[in-house]
C-alpha cells in the first residue's frame, strides 16, 4: 500500500484507523485539524509519530515545543505527558502496542476505542 | 529526527542501523544496493518495510514479485519466505521485533546481528 493513498479512506479527523500489523503492534492511519487532543499519557507504552504531510505541532510536559514536518519522526516515550494539535490538515502515521488507547485515561468526545479503529 | 536526514549516517549498504525504539520492537534506517540480501524467512516475526528513497524489488516465496516506491508500506507476514533487492541505492525504514534476526537462519556475508545493528 501506499501511504499518502492510504489517507483518501480517511474522512474523518482526530480518527485514528489500523493500517497493519506487526505482532504486537498496530501500523494505523490518522488525520487531524485542530487541538482537540487532550494532555494525555500512555503509561506502559511508547509511541512513534511520523509526519506524512502537513505539520505538528508537539507539546510535552515540562519541555520544550516543537513543530514536526514531513518525513519527521519521534518517539514518545512511556509515562511522559504530551499532546498534538495542527492549525491545518496534518496526516500522520502511528506506530503503537495493540494495548494502546487513544488518548491514554483521558476520555473526550474525539476518544476512539481500538474497536472503532479497525476497519 | 528527519528520516530522510538519518540516512546521512548509514554509509554501508545490507546493514539495519536501530534508529528508535517502541516498546518490543525496533525502528531501523537501512540502505541497500544489488541482491546480497539471501531468501529467509522470520518464523515467528512479522516485518515492516517502508520505502524512504529508490525502489526496492520484493519477491515472495510462491506469489508474483512487486516493486515499491517512496511511500510505499508492506508488512511481509512471520513465516513467509521473502527476498529484496534493488539495482539502484534504496533507503528503507524497518520495523521489526527486537528478536528479529537479520537474514532469518540464513547466514551469509552480508548478516548483521542485533548488537552490529545498535549505534
Known amino acids: 500500500m501506499n ?8 474522512n474523518t479527523y482526530f480518527s485514528p484507523k489500523v493500517i497493519g500489523e506487526v505482532n504486537d503492534v498496530y501500523v494505523k492511519a490518522v488525520s487531524i ?6 494532555w494525555h499519557t500512555h503509561e506502559k507504552e511508547d509511541e512513534l ?12 510536559e515540562n519541555e520544550e515545543s516543537f ?7 519521534f518517539i514518545v516515550k512511556k509515562g ?10 496534518c496526516k500522520i502515521m502511528l506506530i503503537e502496542q495493540k494495548t494502546t488507547a487513544h488518548t491514554g485515561t483521558v476520555d473526550t468526545e474525539i476518544t476512539k476505542s481500538i474497536q472503532q479503529q479497525l476497519y
Chains 1, 2 share one sequence.
Do not use: A, W
Open 67 to 73: 513543530t514536526m514536518n514531513p518525513g519527521d519522526l
Open 80 to 89: 511522559i505527558s504530551h499532546r498534538v494539535s495542527s492549525q491545518k490538515e
Open 49 to 60: 509519530f511520523y509526519i506524512v504531510e502537513g505539520s505538528l505541532l508537539f507539546e510535552i
Open 33 to 38: 485539524k485542530g487541538d482537540k487532543v487532550p
Open 3 to 10: 501511504l499518502k493513498e492510504k489517507f483518501k479512506d480517511i
